[in-house]
């Protein structure tokens, strides 16, 4: 009864090369996430989505573009690939409490995929 | 930026022993959270503290946030080789930057 799911755990691919990376939650909740952790375990936000609106981190190349077919989904597309992209990615999700953009909701994070660009 | 910085980086101690882990942040919140991330997996919530509470608690977990210091504190009681972990403090601002992650104090728990 995961409750958000992330494949594939591992990917290991050559740099120019394209991706994708799968999420799915079976919590219902209207929100959901992609975040970056880097070898120091820094943790930063790259994209949050609900079926409103689509929130993008600045700083997140272009080359990176979430995809949600339908609100239980965001997957994660990431396009030629760079050395400099080999991170965890995790998934999560909320529910947001009314309107706006108030995260008094937990995060509920997927066990992430580990990209490893060589 | 509202990053959380936590203190310290790692911290081990005995089994048994409290676990005190600090959080500090640079600008006003709306909610701070803490999580827990065991190695290998993905982050698991395990208290979250609006902006006008001072302390709560949760079975052996103990948060306290000062908004004039801008800072937190979870401390961990009679703590337990289960409990070897990162932590993790975030700080929500209300506005559309989401959760805003520190870089987390590596607790481990000697038996």
């Known amino acids: 009864d995961t409750a958000v799911s992330q494949t594939p755990k591992y990917l290991v691919t050559q740099m120019g090369n394209d991706k994708s990376i799968k999420c799915e939650q079976n919590l219902g909740h209207d929100t959901m996430y992609w975040y970056k952790q880097d070898s120091k375990k820094f943790l930063k936000i790259m994209f949050s989505y609900n079926n409103k609106e689509l929130i993008i981190n600045e700083t997140v190349p272009n080359r990176f573009s979430p995809k949600s077919p339908d609100k239980a989904h965001l997957n994660l597309h990431i396009n030629s690939l760079e050395l400099g992209d080999s991170a965890v990615y995790f998934c999560?999700?909320?529910?947001?409490?009314?309107?706006?953009?108030?995260?008094?909701?937990?995060?509920?994070f997927g066990n992430g995929t580990r990209l490893t660009v060589t | 930026s509202q990053q959380g910085e936590e203190d310290p980086q790692a911290l081990s101690i005995q089994e048994g022993e409290n676990a005190t882990m600090n959080c500090s942040y640079k600008t006003s919140i709306n909610n701070l959270q803490w999580y827990r991330q065991n190695s290998g997996r993905g982050l698991v919530h395990l208290i979250l503290i609006r902006s006008n509470e001072r302390e709560k608690h949760s079975g052996r977990l103990r948060v306290t946030l000062d908004t004039s210091k801008k800072s937190s504190s979870l401390l961990i009681t009679a703590s337990r080789a289960a409990d070897t972990a990162s932590y993790f403090c975030?700080?929500?601002?209300?506005?559309?930057?989401?959760?805003?992650f520190g870089k987390g104090t590596h607790l481990i728990i000697q038996p």
């Open positions: 975030a700080t929500a601002g209300g506005g559309a930057d989401g959760l805003t």
């Open positions: 999560a999700s909320s529910q947001a409490p009314g309107t706006g953009y108030s995260y008094n909701s937990p995060l509920h």
